[in-house]
């Protein structure tokens, strides 16, 4: 049962906060499958929602770049969506959809599209636009133009975006997981906290940071891949 706030600081002991308890309880928590399920939850979430932010935010950031009076038109609603707090969209995700899974999908798209979209649109403007001419006078099409030029060079902002959504994204997951879900590491947080096992509570927080540096690495390894390749 759930304690209250007064509670909670009596029987708070500043020694679950000191690096050696959290510590153990990250290695024994490791040996749990609770905890895994709640890992591999909590990923999935996370590679998803990204994924879809990803599906809808790069190719309008390629539109916006590439179309100045779509740049026009869009600007604004992009700006004014961005500056929108995401866990505020939590009581209308509740509403629009009928399972707590794909209100935490619809939370984390919209933290992360609009970076994904700015990124991609940034990698776009920053072309040379000799190339575009020199395309141009060489007959290509806009659609050749997208494939040979714009997605090559833009593809190290893209991933730029990703690495800035991942860190969004995780901002919101955590918060969105007390919705109602069994699992995931922010379920896990909470329950800790329910249950006044702070040790167990720090040991989620490292794990979750270890995790989102891990993602983050494999990401600039990409990025630095691509652009190297770029410029050779």
Not at 39 to 64: D, H, Q, T, Y
Not at 223 to 229: G, K, M, P
Request: aromatic share 12%; hydrophobic share 50%; proline share 6%.
């Amino acid at each position: 049962m759930p304690v209250s706030f007064s509670q909670d600081l009596t029987l708070f002991n500043t020694r679950d906060f000191c690096p050696g308890r959290p510590l153990k309880r990250s290695l024994a928590a490791a040996q749990e499958s609770k905890f895994w399920i709640s890992v591999f939850a909590s990923l999935k979430r996370i590679l998803i929602g990204i994924g879809l932010a990803g599906i809808l935010g790069i190719p309008m950031g390629i539109l916006v770049g590439f179309y100045p009076r779509f740049r026009g038109l869009s600007y604004s609603p992009i700006q004014f969506v961005r500056m929108i707090s995401p866990l505020s969209w939590m009581p209308i995700a509740i509403l629009l959809f009928s399972s707590f899974e794909s209100s935490i999908y619809f939370l984390i798209v919209m933290a992360t599209i609009c970076p994904i979209i700015l990124n991609t649109t940034i990698g776009v403007l920053n072309i040379n636009p000799q190339w575009i001419k020199m395309a141009l006078n060489q007959g290509a099409n806009n659609f050749q133009l997208i494939k040979t030029i714009i997605l090559p060079f833009s593809l190290p902002y893209m991933l730029t975006s990703l690495r800035l959504a991942l860190g969004v994204a995780w901002i919101v997951l955590v918060p969105a997981e007390f919705l109602g879900v069994s699992s995931g590491l922010g379920y896990l947080i909470n329950d800790a906290r329910d249950t006044m096992e702070y040790d167990r509570l720090m040991a989620m927080i490292i794990a979750i940071g270890v995790l989102g540096f891990s993602l983050d690495r494999v990401i600039q390894r990409l990025q630095h891949t691509f652009s190297w390749s770029w410029n050779e």
